[in-house]
Structures are given as structure tokens and as C-alpha cells.
């Protein structure tokens, strides 16, 4: 079955606290998509990975193929952090995202 | 530069009524996709349009119908609207199928049948 596990599902942590959250996955994929959605706002795609690690400010998205696990970090978290960070992978074609449930993430100041 | 639009944002329904959504991209990009978004289910694929003139069923199609009207429009159709569908509705395009690129979503369509 084509699955994607992501923890923590919650995690609440004090402003300028190291966050990790991770992604496991059961099948070979293309790519593995990091996205990022504010409460009831849309969906963005903050990393797109197929090897090693991609840095985009705070954020570092890394993955392993071999051991079919990826994680994402926030450094120096802010509020502006809080918000559902959704990993999914792609299999190459066309057909779409296979997704993970999301880990709601809240920044306390 | 719109990206991918959505309409309507909202809409309510009753069981049995008909509605169509409505997404549109200016990327140029070639395939689109109509995602469903159920608390503690994660977003699931309804169905898809790898290029103009091709659509394909997702994981969950059932009470749906797309039409790929061109390449900038993908719409879905609920022929018969049903409280099961009661969802949040986002669509996303990506560039040609061939090289992996990040999808781009529009804001959702928040859709309660009753």
C-alpha cells in the first residue's frame, strides 16, 4: 500500500526552539514534496527533493531514499511557523501526490 | 500573476443538487488535479489531467466528473451532490509530467452538502 507516516502528528514549542518532523514513506518514489498550509488558507510547496538536502532560509528539508525517510527543520522557529506541514511524494508521471496526514505545528512566543 | 483560482470559495448544498468547481491556471502548465481535503485524511487525489485531452481517475472518483476544457481549466462536476462529500476541494497544476516539479495549489473550495 502506498503510505505516508508523518510525526508528530501535533507538536506545540517555545519561539526559537530547533523543530523536526518526519516522514516516512513504503514505496520507491520520484520526489518527496514538503508543503506548507496556514490555517484555512491555501496549500504551498515549500521543497521538492529527490536526494540529499535543500536549505531555503530557517528551513531544511532532507531525505534518504534508502531508509524511504525525509525530515524537515525549522531553526530559530517563529509563530509565523505555526501552520500544518504536509510531506507527499510523487511517483514520476503525472498522477499526482500520494499524501501524509500533516503534523499541526504551533510556536508559542 | 493569478497562479491557480478557484471558484466558487464557498458553497452549500442540499443532498441531491448539482454544482460545478471551477479551476484555472496562467503557469502554461500541462497537468492539473482535483484534490479532496477530510480532517484526518490527508488530501486524496479525485481525479486528474496529465496533458489537454486526457483525464484519468484518482484515488477517490466516485460521485465526480472532470472536464480538461482546455489547458488552462480543469473543472469537477458533483452530478448529485451527497453529504459524503462534504469537503474542502483544492486544485493544483504542475509543468510536463517528464521532469518532477512542485505542484501549486489554489485557495480550496469549502463545500457542505446538507
Known amino acids: 500500500k502506498n503510505e505516508v507516516e508523518q510525526s508528530p502528528q501535533n507538536l506545540t514549542a517555545q519561539e526559537g526552539e530547533f523543530i523536526t518532523i518526519n516522514c516516512s514513506y513504503s514505496?520507491?518514489?520520484?520526489?518527496l514534496h514538503w508543503l506548507q498550509q496556514h490555517p484555512g488558507g491555501g496549500i504551498v510547496s515549500l521543497f521538492m527533493l529527490s536526494s540529499g538536502k535543500k536549505k531555503h532560509g530557517r528551513l531544511i528539508a532532507t531525505i534518504n531514499i534508502q531508509e524511504k525517510h525525509s525530515s524537515l527543520h525549522i531553526t530559530a522557529s517563529h509563530p509565523r511557523d505555526s501552520a500544518v506541514y504536509i510531506c507527499a511524494h510523487s511517483g514520476g508521471g503525472a498522477d499526482g501526490l500520494t499524501f501524509g496526514k500533516g503534523t499541526h505545528l504551533i510556536i508559542q512566543p | 500573476n493569478a497562479g491557480v483560482t478557484q471558484t466558487p470559495k464557498f458553497q452549500v448544498l442540499k443532498t441531491g443538487q448539482s454544482m460545478t468547481l471551477q479551476c484555472a491556471q496562467d503557469m502554461n502548465h500541462n497537468s492539473m488535479y482535483w484534490y479532496r481535503q477530510d480532517p484526518g485524511m490527508g488530501l486524496r487525489l479525485i481525479y486528474y489531467?496529465?496533458?489537454?485531452?486526457?483525464?484519468d481517475k484518482g484515488e477517490v472518483p466516485n460521485g465526480y466528473n472532470v472536464s480538461r476544457l482546455n489547458k488552462r481549466e480543469f473543472s469537477l462536476r458533483l452530478e448529485s451532490a451527497a453529504p459524503s462529500q462534504t469537503s474542502v476541494y483544492f486544485c493544483?497544476?504542475?509543468?510536463?509530467?517528464?521532469?518532477?516539479?512542485?505542484?501549486?495549489f489554489g485557495d480550496g473550495t469549502r463545500l457542505s452538502i446538507l
Open positions: 493544483a497544476s504542475t509543468r510536463p509530467a517528464y521532469s518532477n516539479q512542485p505542484q501549486h
Open positions: 489531467s496529465a496533458s489537454e485531452g486526457t483525464t
Open positions: 514505496v520507491g518514489i520520484s520526489a
